[in-house]
Structure formats: structure tokens, C-alpha cells
């Protein structure tokens, strides 16, 4: 059966690429140790780098309290308590990444606010 150019050309890129499957494989593999290498070298090099414990040790805590009023959730739409909950809990993970963390915290948590979070993020009860 005859094959049309543009067949034959894809046909011709097919083999090619089955072709070059090991040599592309090789190639990942040798970036990923040579990757791998730099992180040991960095590391070496600096004694503090980059680990959480590490960094959660330099923390100072500030004196600063935030509070969050949540009393006003029967007067939002759903649609906006689940902005309010994405808000919160930006909030509260920039919060624990910062170098001097403020004292978070929610009041008169309860109602659209409090069954939005315990459909959608269950682990809202683990918060410090």
C-alpha cells in the first residue's frame, strides 16, 4: 500500500525517537547525578543550608498578636466564606514560614466558616 510523504516522515521521526530512547535516557540520568553532586558540594560548603529545623531554630517570635474576627460569616455569601478560608489559610502558612511569626488567632470561628474548612480542610484542627 502506498504511504503519503507526510507518513512516511512521521513514520521516519518514530524511529528516530525509538532510536534515541537510551541516549536520552543517559542524558537524564547524567543530569540528575551531576544535579545531585552540586547539592553535596552546596552543602558541604555551607555548614547552616538550607534544612526546616534548621531554619525554625533562627526564628524569633514576634510579640505581635493577629486576630480574625469570623463572627460576620452569616452575612457572606458561600462564595465569599470559601475566599475568607483560602485567605485564612494563607495567612496562617505565611505566618509559619516567617521569620518572626505573630501570634495567629481565630475568633468566634463557627457556622458557614467552620463547615466550609471541615469540608475542605480537614487538618484546620492541627493548627497551632
Not at 530512547?21 to 543550608?49: A, F, I, P, V, Y
Request: proline share 3%.
Amino acid at each position: 500500500e502506498p504511504m503519503s510523504k507526510r507518513q512516511r516522515k512521521k513514520l521516519l521521526k518514530q524511529k528516530q525517537w525509538e532510536e534515541q530512547k537510551d541516549l536520552r535516557r543517559q542524558k537524564r540520568k547524567e543530569k540528575r547525578q551531576k544535579r545531585k553532586l552540586e547539592r553535596q558540594s552546596k552543602s558541604d560548603t555551607s555548614n547552616k543550608g538550607n534544612d526546616r529545623k534548621r531554619m525554625r531554630r533562627e526564628i524569633v517570635p514576634s510579640t505581635l498578636r493577629l486576630i480574625v474576627d469570623c463572627s460576620f460569616d452569616d452575612l457572606m455569601v458561600p462564595k465569599d466564606v470559601k475566599k475568607l478560608h483560602k485567605q485564612i489559610q494563607r495567612c496562617y502558612a505565611e505566618n509559619r514560614k516567617a521569620f518572626h511569626p505573630v501570634q495567629f488567632y481565630l475568633t468566634s470561628h463557627g457556622g458557614q466558616l467552620k463547615s466550609n474548612m471541615n469540608e475542605n480542610d480537614k487538618g484546620w484542627v492541627n493548627w497551632k
